[in-house]
Structures are given as structure tokens and as C-alpha cells.
């Protein structure tokens, strides 16, 4: 799977924006009365998590949706803006990250690390996306909302907000690439996880006893196994980094800041 092979915000911003929003004129009804902007965006999302984003194209869609390829293009102009389409569809509400659930800014953000993660493993091809410059639509305002809304009282600046949330997403973005990756290893190699370790086995069994390499050969058995939660363990140790640097702020500021790890308390 290649990375960044597409670009957020490359088609007509103008244009994707009013479709985002539904500011722009509707479409005259086209040769199918079923055919609708929601149905040609939700049937890409489908061709893209089935056989990839290279997959998806103006005419693959206009053939899985069984009508011409010149009818889509009376309600989307191009691939670029069906893209920016895409990437805010998936981000809905049913699939969004800031579903947070209860608690205070640490469950919250411990909450948005589980979502992002599970939305890509998904939709793996959005790890094809360069998302460096996205076209806001409602549903990523919606899920940025709802998450400042509750990290707000870490009691950081604006900007370290927004970068607590660039922080979790660049972490979850990492751990699902490299989640991605080995089940694209697997599928093209034929060999599980365990049987390509298994190939290396008496080599490196060979190389530990060499003297070569002591602080490898002394780790225990299980330190390179797979019932290790690798991605829990790093979650935590950046929620307790962000729990330092709150309660210093909340120290400097005196005692009416919120610690932040718990829902704030009744006033009574």
C-alpha cells in the first residue's frame, strides 16, 4: 500500500465546499430519479474499503451504481472533489472519533485514540491520503467540536489544544499504518506472522549465542510477543505526559482549575 498516493483539497475547493455544505444549486433529476450526490459518495467509500482508493474512479462508480458516467458528473465534478467528499463522510457521527463517552479530557482523548484507530483499520485507504490541507465539512467541524468540548479543561492555550489533538492523531496514524501494513504482508507473502518469524528462527537463535549482542540475549521470552499491547502502552504514557503538564498549569493557576481527569463535580 503506497502512502499519500492522493491529496486532500485537489479538485475545486469552491465547488467541493458548496457540495460539503449544500450551498450550491441541486442537480436537475438525471436519466435514474435514485440517483442522488449521498448514494454516489456512500457507493465510493464501499469501492475504496472493498478494493482500494486506485479503485475508485468516475466510471467504476457510475458502473457499480449501473448508469453513465456522464450522469455523475451533474452532481460531482471530479475524482478530487469526490474525495474530499469521502473523507468527510466517513467521519459521520456513527463512525466519528470524538465519540468520547463519559469522563473527564483524559477519557475523552484515551476515547478518540480507540475511535481513530478503528476508523482506520476500516478504512485502510485513508492511509493513501495526504490530509495535510483537508476541506472542512460539517462532520469534521462536528467531531473537532465535540472534542474541544471536552479537553477544554485542560486549561491549555488554544494552540496546544489543537496540537493535543494533532499529537493523538499522529500517534494513532502511525500505529495503524504499521497495523495495516502487516496484514498487507501477510496477504501478499502467504506466510502468518508467526511462520515468517519462525523462518528467521535458528539464524537469530545463532546470533544471540554469539556474545554479539547481550542485552538482546537477555530478554525475557515474551518481550517481542504479540499478547504485549503496544499501542495501549503508548496511549497511556502520552495521556500521563499531558497529566504533568495540566497539573503544573493548574498549579501556577491556583486551585479553581479543573484537573481535568474526571467529569467535573456537582456544584452542590
Given at each position: 500500500m503506497a502512502s499519500g498516493t492522493e491529496t486532500s483539497g485537489s479538485g475545486d475547493i469552491g465547488r467541493t465546499l458548496e457540495l460539503l455544505w449544500d450551498t450550491g444549486r441541486r442537480p436537475s433529476?438525471?436519466?435514474?430519479?435514485?440517483?442522488?450526490?449521498?448514494?454516489?459518495?456512500?457507493?465510493?467509500?464501499?469501492?475504496?474499503?472493498?478494493?482500494?482508493l486506485g479503485a475508485v474512479s468516475m466510471r467504476r462508480i457510475a458502473t457499480e451504481l449501473g448508469t453513465g458516467t456522464m450522469s455523475l458528473y451533474r452532481y460531482v465534478p471530479g475524482k478530487g472533489e469526490l474525495l474530499d467528499l469521502m473523507l468527510d463522510r466517513v467521519q459521520r457521527p456513527s463512525e466519528n472519533p470524538a465519540d468520547l463517552g463519559d469522563g473527564g479530557w483524559r477519557a475523552a482523548l484515551e476515547g478518540l485514540g480507540h475511535a481513530t484507530l478503528a476508523l482506520y483499520r476500516r478504512h485502510t485507504w485513508l492511509l493513501e491520503v495526504n490530509q495535510s490541507r483537508p476541506v472542512l465539512g460539517p462532520s469534521a467541524l462536528d467531531g473537532m467540536e465535540r472534542v474541544l468540548a471536552r479537553i477544554k479543561p485542560m486549561g491549555l492555550t488554544d494552540p496546544e489544544l489543537v496540537s493535543v489533538i494533532v499529537m493523538i492523531d499522529g500517534y494513532v496514524v502511525g500505529a495503524a499504518r504499521t497495523q495495516v501494513y502487516e496484514r498487507e504482508a501477510e496477504r501478499r507473502s502467504g506466510l502468518t506472522d508467526a511462520q515468517f518469524w519462525a523462518a528467521q528462527g535458528p539464524v537469530l537463535v545463532e546470533a544471540m549465542s554469539s556474545g554479539?549482542?547481550?542485552?538482546?540475549?537477555?530478554?525475557?521470552?515474551?518481550?517481542?510477543?504479540?499478547g504485549f499491547d503496544h499501542f495501549e502502552f503508548g496511549l497511556q504514557r502520552i495521556l500521563d505526559g499531558l497529566e504533568v503538564l495540566v497539573a503544573s498549569r493548574r498549579a501556577a493557576d491556583g486551585p479553581a482549575a479543573d484537573n481535568g481527569s474526571a467529569a467535573p463535580e456537582d456544584p452542590a
Open positions: 433529476r438525471g436519466p435514474r430519479p435514485g440517483l442522488t450526490l449521498e448514494r454516489i459518495v456512500e457507493v465510493a467509500v464501499e469501492v475504496a474499503d472493498r478494493d482500494g554479539r549482542y547481550p542485552v538482546l540475549s537477555s530478554l525475557s521470552e515474551d518481550a517481542f510477543g504479540t
